[in-house]
T-cell receptor, first 115, second 111 residues
Framework: DAGVIQSPRHEVTEMGQEVTLRCKPI?????LFWYRQTMMRGLELLIY????????DSGMPEDRFSAKMPNASFSTLKIQPSEPRDSAVYFC?????????????FGNGTRLTVT | KQEVTQIPAALSVPEGENLVLNCSFT??????LQWFRQDPGKGLTSLLL?????REQTSGRLNASLDKSSGRSTLYIAASQPGDSATYLC??????????FGAGTTVTVRA
């Protein structure tokens, strides 16, 4: 079991540029979550998918953020245009969504720095 | 809105001492509570998950208790080791299926 795989591990970009973060969930997991972690706000849920369908995107900060899950093994989180306040660690997590008592498995995150 | 609080924010103990980490939440209508460990530069690793109908869960040196009515959970780590140094976060899954995280307790175990 390779776990949840995220890429890239680090991303440094200039304000105004488009950023795409990628996630491969654990095979067989049908729920996928995108979180953002900062010192000030802790862990915040941005969006989650169940069976590739977005269920709750109320945590997406604004229209500059978008997420897709074209199939069960891949998801992207895109920020366009990026701003310095988007700098954070972005985590992807997956679980067996049919069972809400299934634990979450996190990737190692993407550290985004927007200058 | 569910609020999750972890006290203390940081803890330093000598090796061999037992650790007690506290988590409190404001809304007792929960589905489950999870304890996670986060190492620097890494993601979160699930340690224990307690369902709302359970009072505790155990895994090796770790034991977590849940008192849903009072909105509290405690994570006990017996005979701490330097390798236990990390940040420990609790997360509550409310009945609306939203997962709320505490800010974490950063633990340092001194050799």
């Amino acid at each position: 079991d390779a776990g949840v795989i995220q890429s890239p591990r680090h991303e440094v970009t200039e304000m105004g540029q488009e950023v795409t973060l990628r996630c491969k969930p654990i095979s067989g997991h049908n729920s996928l979550f995108w979180y953002r972690q900062t010192m000030m706000r802790g862990l915040e849920l941005l969006i989650y998918f169940n069976n590739n369908v977005p269920i709750d995107d109320s945590g997406m900060p604004e229209d500059r953020f978008s997420a897709k899950m074209p199939n069960a093994s891949f998801s992207t989180l895109k920020i366009q245009p990026s701003e310095p306040r988007d700098s954070a660690v972005y985590f992807c997590a997956s679980s067996l969504g049919a069972d809400y008592n299934s634990p979450l498995h996190f990737g190692n995150g993407t550290r985004l720095t927007v200058t | 809105k569910q609020e999750v609080t972890q006290i203390p924010a940081a803890l330093s103990v000598p090796e061999g001492e037992n650790l007690v980490l506290n988590c409190s939440f404001t809304d007792s209508a929960i589905y489950n509570l999870q304890w996670f460990r986060q190492d620097p530069g890494k993601g979160l690793t699930s340690l224990l998950l307690i369902q709302s109908s359970q009072r505790e869960q155990t895994s090796g040196r770790l034991n977590a208790s849940l008192d849903k009515s009072s909105g509290r959970s405690t994570l006990y780590i017996a005979a701490s080791q330097p390798g236990d140094s990390a940040t420990y976060l609790c997360a509550v899954l409310s009945n609306d299926y939203k997962l709320s995280f505490g800010a974490g307790t950063t633990v340092t175990v001194r050799a």
